[in-house]
């Protein structure tokens, strides 16, 4: 096979405020055959994205090539001329950037935005082009083509808008793919199907993919070869099966480390400390303040990128001893809660977005909307973790408003100790406000940009608990130091914090508040995989000394499972199953969290997934029946549609609902 | 318990007006910019000590004489000195847009914050009219109030304040909206915290910010209508010096004597383009995308 994209110690950098050129990429070398797939992989700021889109001679504003060269099939990428580099790009050489679905142009029907795709990218004749299009919608396996090229971005779903967006980049026959995590934002069971089309159109089509991604299971399940960069370097490339199964280094074993597994309810391992900032990687290995096995050599000179004995190549001193070493594999067991005391109780609880007038607008129905959250009954112990999952919409973010007041429900009721608590946090007494707190998923959103971290949290601390003065700094600094962060972040703003201090900050703050239970929604999402293990880390840690209740929101199963002593499965807003973590994870499960449970991708190239129901985004609950009734793999027939399915219990604290019996669910 | 950070606050409120300042004279807009608004400010002020003539003194036999040595930039029509003319000329438009844009940033921005907040049928209705409001042209709706009250500089002021306050309110509704929607205010409300502590300490920071930049542009562009007015005849009432009057009466000369008109455009133009230049900077300096401005 031919080299398709060849890269060649190419570095790239912008001069910083004090003059000096810092470093993004440095001296990198890569080069990508044609029907060959690489992933590029590593934490935040390594650089993954900067050398994907240099490929196409892209550098973002501020940023230059210092040195080093990027051909794409024969022709010098950086010494073409703008109309050239546009002939090329989106036509032999794709990109797909993240949230491309999104990024469609809302006033267009899909039709004429591939016919524009056609019309500047292939040589087809115009009046090809209608078929064309419809043959291409076929191509990334979306239903009924010719109904979608009518149709306008907003009446697709998310993960059908990533298939136009790809059909789009398909459209010029294009010889290279380059995928700016294409996945990231969907839902599981999307992502899967996405991931699935991906495989597909390479292999059929013999063409180059470039996957940019920091989520290694999604790497495992398309990429053939995988590179790891770290601090703008490669550190380890190999086969996929080689960086994900032996990696020979030690930063690569972090990162793997790093990752909660679906079948392990350990806590992940933290990989402490963060990568240099551009231009700070000093003169030796720039991984050595964060590495295990770090020598005095390692600091002073930097080591180089050498094939290893078991294929591919490693940039480490000690990388047979890394590969020997192993490390730790398994994390420390998380805390288990083991009471009965309830703490908090959500009965019949129903919420409704619903302003009748709007709604009916807006859905084009008449005014008995089925509410976004029905019937939702669970109760929580003291100083135990609920987990709930489901898809983007199910309403888990809807459900933890409502619990904070924020979002008054429609009805039901929710009690807290042994208080039911008013609706709304205008009729709540302080005491109850501080007793519950909610942490939320993009901490960037959730600090006042304005605020200094003392600022930030002498709010709570203020407003509860009246402390003043010197009293005040001293009781934020021991809380700062409990979310293991230093008393000289007391006069930081948050811009000048990374991702996963800003998420302590916040985590801070509801605990300076010292609530009873806190709401965590989604609160790793936003993060990366290391960052989020030492966070998943320290709220087990605060579970453990101060014995909180928590409700942890995510899509994510593996993160739920960590932390979960009980799981509750939603789906548009109803509940389809509860219980102990182990028995929704394992033995018999409802239709729908098979579902979920079969897309979850491992950072393993031998797993597998499961795609039983379609990746279609409901709109609205159905009116009567099986909320689960139109994507149901294992639809029973009319009695799904009419009658609400019943609870039935295969043990104690475990419910399922749906018309299948129990001995049948557990066939499957 | 653990011992208290001694370093010094390095995130105040002054410090960050500080580095905000820094910021904007690190670029060259802002440099330009700031230059150009601070030498009119100075000159406006000291004008009347430094001129070399009386702004009245006419002279018959010197009208509309080319620069010299003795007029730098030469006379007008009644043979008065444009030096001058010049640079008394701003006082009075820098008096008027001085008052009225701050009257207009504030009412503008506390209707446009209100509105965000209440948010609903009332702001669309509302909102509605003002973009009725904004479709018409502003020399229109001036002249209507001129005409009807008369001018002078006590029926400028909010008439000015008042026109230009209401581009000002979108600005603040929009900004107040994008605020709103961010989830350090849930967090805020779900804490507990009264009305006025929210809107004080979570959302009038971010939206000042926002406003700041908004008052900038209202300055140039009211300086610009103050002009127009004055060039029409509705504003600074002769023979006290003023650009838009001077540009007025030297225009039918122009052909002969350039200089009456170039020296009054000269000093308005690169008062306004200092203080765009300015608004630019400051913009970016604050990370605001002046991309979602509302149109005048
Ligand atoms: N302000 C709103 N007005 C109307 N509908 C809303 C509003 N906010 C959310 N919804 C709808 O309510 C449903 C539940 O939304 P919610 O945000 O609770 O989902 P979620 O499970 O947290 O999803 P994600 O994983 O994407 O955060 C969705 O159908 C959503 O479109
Ligand atoms: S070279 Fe040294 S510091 Fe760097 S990864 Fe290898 S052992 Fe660690
Ligand atoms: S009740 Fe019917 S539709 Fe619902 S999950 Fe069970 S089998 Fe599927
Ligand atoms: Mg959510």
Known sequence: ?????????????????????????????????????????????????????????????????????????????????????????????????????????????????????????????????????????GHVRLPDPKAIVTRFPHELSGGQQQRVAIAMALAGEPKALLLDEPTTGLDVTTQAHILELLRDIAAERGMAMVYVSHDLGAIARVCTRVVVMYAGEIVLEGSTRHVLKSPTHPYAQGLLASIPKLDCAALPIALDGRPPAPGDAGAGCAFADRCAIVQDRCRSVRPQLAPSEIGG??????????????????????????GDDTMLDLDGLSISYAKPRLLE?????????????????ISVGKGETLGLVGESGSGKSTILKAIAGLLPPAGGAVTAGDQPLPHTVEQRHPSQLRQIQLIFQNPDDSLNPRHTVSDILEQPLKLYFGLSGNKLRARSAEILERVRLGAHYLDRLPNQLSGGEKQRVAIARAFAAGPEIVLCDEVT???DVSVQAA?????????????????????????????????????????????????????????????????????????????????????????????????????????????????????????????????????? | MTKIATTPAENTRLQRSLGVLRDVMARPSGTIGLTLVACHLILAIISPWIVPYDYKAMDSLLMLKGPSGAHWLGTDHLGRDVLTRVLLGGREALLVTGIATPIAVIWGGLLGIFFGLVGGRLDEVF????????????????????VTFGTGIEVLIPTLAFFYGIPVIRIARAATHDVVARDFISAARARGHGRITVISRELLPNVLDTLMVEGAMRWSWMLLAFSSLSFLGFGVSPPKPDWGLMIADARGFMSFAPWGVLGPVIALSSLIIGINLTADALAKALGIDRAQKAPV
């Open chain 1, 1 to 137: 096979m031919s080299t398709l994209i060849d890269i060649r110690d190419i570095s790239v950098g912008f001069v910083g405020r004090d003059g000096r050129t810092r470093e993004v990429l440095r001296n990198i070398d890569l080069a990508v055959d044609s029907g060959e797939c690489v992933g590029l992989v590593g934490e935040s700021g390594s650089g993954k994205s900067t050398l994907a889109l240099a490929a196409m001679g892209y550098l973002k504003r501020g940023l230059r090539l210092l040195n080093g060269s990027a051909t794409f099939n024969g022709t010098d990428i950086f010494a073409q001329s703008r109309q050239e580099l546009e002939r090329i790009r989106g036509g032999q050489l794709a990109l797909i950037p993240q949230n491309s679905g999104q990024s469609l142009t809302p006033t267009m029907r899909i039709g004429a935005q591939l016919h524009e795709a056609l019309r500047l990218h292939s040589a087809l004749p115009a009046d090809h082009h209608a078929t064309k299009a419809i043959e291409l919608l």
């Open chain 1, 313 to 338: 190549t490693v940039r480490c001193f000690l990388a047979e001893e890394a590969k020997r070493q192993k490390g730790r594999t398994t994390g420390a067991a998380p805390v288990r809660y083991s």
């Open chain 1, 361 to 377: 607008q807006m859905l084009g129905r008449g005014t008995n909307v089925p509410p976004t959250v029905d019937d939702i009954s």
């Open chain 1, 525 to 527: 999402s936003a993060l």
């Open chain 1, 535 to 668: 966070i998943l880390d320290l709220l087990n840690d605060l579970k453990k000394t101060q014995g909180t209740t928590y409700i942890f929101v995510s899509h994510d199963l593996a993160v739920v499972r960590v932390l979960s002593d009980r799981v509750a499965v939603l789906y548009q807003g109803r509940l389809c199953e509860i219980g102990q973590t182990h028995q929704v994870f394992g033995g018999e499960s409802h239709p729908y969290t098979k579902v979920l449970l079969g897309a979850v991708l491992e950072p393993d190239p031998d797993a597998e997934p499961t795609l039983a129901a379609d990746d279609v985004v409901e709109r609205a609950p159905p009116e009567r029946g099986c909320p689960f009734q139109r994507r149901c793999p294992r639809r029973l027939g009319a009695i799904c549609d009419t009658d609400a399915p019943p609870w039935q219990s295969p043990a104690t604290g475990h419910a399922i609902r749906c018309h299948i019996s129990l001995e049948d669910l557990n066939a499957d």
């Open chain 2, 127 to 146: 909102m509605r009219v003002v973009d009725a409001f904004l479709s018409l042209p502003w020399i229109l709706k001036m002249l209507v109030l001129i």
